[in-house]
């Protein structure tokens, strides 16, 4: 009778035991990418798995997870569910996430499984496609989960359609298309370390939390289930920058250049969610400022980087930069996408006096003074049957694509604009650290396709708004104010108030 393996030995027997060295290919064609970026790796049996998940085990644990999940969303739906929000309000934040972070998930999953053909080990060859696996799950579970309010509220349609096309959208796509177009080491520090260790829980814990509190029990339960995969992937990205440290003494400066471009391109897509937070949750759980200080400054600069200096890393270029504007950064950009709204599938409303009182306590030393004016003058125009728009189309960073909307370091009454001159033209950002990620690799952002651009060209449906919308994929009701809106339409109509 065969003896039975301690559990460390079965796990080795079935995942790694399974790889094999090529005899009749050389090693280099078989793994063809993991060389060109400078990157030196000795030993691949080196890697540690800190999950020690077989096959088997994974998909039983995510089976679980997913039945509990839609018996959740079969509950809400037959319960009317979506009458029970805090607000009509709420779900213009649903559709922002649906639009900007599903396709991402997405995006992962294909990358994620490239990885786990192409990475010379067994250990990271197998740990990719768990997560792989993972943000597949994730792409498929949000979307059920929001397309059942897809059948009430406008919105919700051609979200992929529109992450490929809109202006704000091209925030997040554009990171993903930069992390893709990187080598397989240089994706791992991007995604892995820098966005899903370094700034996921900006995320997934405090705007989750705020579905809970805004009574949206589906998008809590998919993203605390999603939380718990997230768990994993911020393992797996404390193990690659470990394991590529360790390899080799060479490695440093590489990874240190590599976190310092990925938490600043992380760090500025993490802005709307920013917005999202302080201004699109009817009922608020915390600020940005909040989440910000407990997520990233305690638990990142407080604890991650006093342990990563052991191997000669240091803090993220431009890290403070990030600190000084976390007073600012969420009211600049919502107030961006309250002017340019007209163009965007969701709606935006001026703050509710109860909710500039909260702004105003969690920001008392901005708020009042730069920010509070500008919805007052909004409200006004508002009461006298008019809104406000911006007029025009805003300049774009050539990096992170976000309109010219951030302040200098230190004046919040400056815009900050930055500039490069590469082969005879200009190329302007919305801070130095956008600037210095551009001056790295020049070659590479000058391919940037930028909205604004594009409309000018003629390659967006036409010069009109009309026109462009509609190349967009927006229709008639997805977007405007929140008075006479659609869903504050649908949404009297179905609590039977309406009139």
């Known amino acids: 009778m065969a003896k039975k393996l301690p559990l460390k030995q079965r796990y080795a027997a079935l995942t790694r035991d399974l790889h094999w060295e090529p005899t009749y290919v050389p090693a280099k064609t078989v793994f063809p ?178 579905a809970s509190f805004n009574g949206d029990l589906p998008s809590m339960t998919f993203g605390f289930s999603a939380q718990s995969d997230e768990s994993r992937h911020m393992t797996l990205g404390l193990e690659a920058i470990k394991f590529l440290l360790e390899q080799d003494e060479g490695n440093v400066p590489i ?118 004016p500008l919805w007052n003058r909004a409200r006004e125009i508002q009461q006298g049957g008019g809104r406000f728009y911006f007029q025009g189309l805003p300049q774009l960073c050539q990096t992170c694509q976000i309109p010219m909307a951030f302040t200098e370091p230190g004046d919040p009454t400056t815009i900050c604009q930055r500039h490069s001159v590469f082969r005879g033209e200009r190329f302007d950002f919305c801070s130095d650290g956008c600037k210095w990620i551009f001056d790295r690799e020049p070659e590479k952002y000058v391919q940037a396709w930028l909205p604004v651009h594009q409309i000018y060209q003629g390659n967006c449906g036409g010069p009109s708004v009309p026109e462009v919308l509609a190349w967009y994929g927006v229709t008639d009701g997805d977007n405007g104010e929140y008075l006479g809106s659609p869903e504050q339409a649908n949404w009297l109509r179905w609590h039977g108030t309406e009139g």
């Not at 925030?171 to 994706?187: C, I, N, Q, R, W």
């Not at 920013?274 to 608020?284: C, E, F, I, N, Q």
């Not at 107030?335 to 509710?352: C, D, G, H, I, R």
Request: hydrophobic content about 40%.
């Open 255 to 372: 990874v240190q250049e590599w976190i310092d471009k990925w938490f600043w391109r992380g760090y500025r897509l993490a802005t709307l969610v920013a917005g999202m937070m302080d201004y699109m949750l009817p009922k608020k759980v915390m600020s940005w400022k909040e989440a910000f200080e407990l997520y990233f400054e305690e638990q990142m600069l407080g604890g991650l980087f006093p342990d990563l200096a052991y191997y000669g890393i240091q803090p993220p270029r431009h890290v403070q930069h990030a600190v000084d504007e976390k007073d600012l950064v969420s009211h600049q950009v919502y107030w961006v996408l309250y002017q340019f709204s007209f163009a965007a599938a969701f709606t935006t409303t001026v703050p509710e006096p109860y909710e500039m009182e909260w702004l105003a306590a969690q920001y008392p030393k901005t708020f009042d003074r730069y920010y509070a």
């Open 33 to 210: 990418y993991t060389e060109f970026e400078g990157i030196k790796i000795h030993d691949w049996s080196k890697w540690e798995d800190p999950f020690r998940l077989t096959v088997d085990a994974y998909h039983k644990y995510q089976a679980e997870k997913d039945r509990r999940l839609y018996a959740v969303l079969d509950g809400f739906a037959q319960s009317q569910g979506h009458l029970t929000l805090s607000d009509a309000r709420y779900l213009n934040a649903m559709k922002l996430f649906l639009q900007g972070v599903t396709p991402l998930e997405y995006q992962a999953h294909r990358h994620f499984m490239f990885l786990a053909r192409h990475l010379d080990g067994a250990g990271p060859r197998f740990a990719a496609l768990c997560q792989s696996i993972d943000e597949l799950r994730h792409a498929q579970t949000q979307i059920h989960t929001l397309s059942g309010y897809n059948r009430y509220y406008p919105g919700f349609h051609s979200f992929a359609k529109m992450h490929d096309r809109v202006w704000y959208l091209s925030v997040p796509k554009s990171f993903f298309d930069d992390a893709l177009s990187a080598g397989p080491f240089e994706f791992l520090i991007a995604i892995s370390f820098s966005f899903e260790y370094l700034l996921t829980n900006l995320l997934f814990v405090p705007f989750m939390s705020g």
